[in-house]
């Protein structure tokens, strides 16, 4: 009598056939997950923002008016500057902020999500945290949230 110990050919190819085919469902739920891990962090960089902007103005810091992220003091305050960098990298694009100086201490800042680029998250001075999918825009635009 022979007895052959072992898994066939077939028996092989349809374990490693089931294996890549579980592997391919946790990669793609893997990537659904950092997605959402990097529109959170958006979010969170943006709050801090907030209360980052809060101390600056509040240990006699000036906003001045202006249409860029990296012009005016406050967002090249340095601690700011490390949360709307990390903002962008968590959610990728280009961040836009607006202060004005006709609304002494008003700013906006706003960043596009990681899941859904075309969707903004954005944190201004009057303590509104929101997703739009409109862009604060830059020049003349109000420094608020959309």
């Not at 906006?108 to 998250?121: D, E, G, R």
């Not at 001075?125 to 949230?145: E, F, H, K, N, Y």
Request: proline fraction near 5%; charge should be positive.
């Amino acid at each position: 009598m022979n007895k052959n110990k072992g898994f066939t050919l077939i028996e092989l190819l349809v374990v490693i056939a089931i294996i890549g085919i579980l592997s391919s469902v946790v990669l793609a739920s893997l990537n659904s997950a950092r997605a959402k891990g990097g529109d959170a962090a958006v979010r969170s960089n943006l709050a801090n923002i907030r209360t980052q902007a809060a101390i600056f103005t509040d240990n006699g810091g000036v906003i001045p008016d202006s249409v860029a992220c990296n012009s005016g003091a406050l967002f090249t305050d340095p601690v700011i500057s490390k949360q709307v960098s990390a903002a962008v990298a968590a959610g990728g694009g280009n961040a836009v902020c607006n202060s004005k100086a006709a609304a002494p201490g008003s700013w906006a800042v706003q960043v596009p999500l990681k899941s859904v680029p075309s969707v903004f998250a954005c944190a201004d001075s009057s303590g509104i945290t929101s997703t739009s999918t409109t862009a604060l825009g830059t020049g003349i635009s109000p420094a608020v949230c959309p």
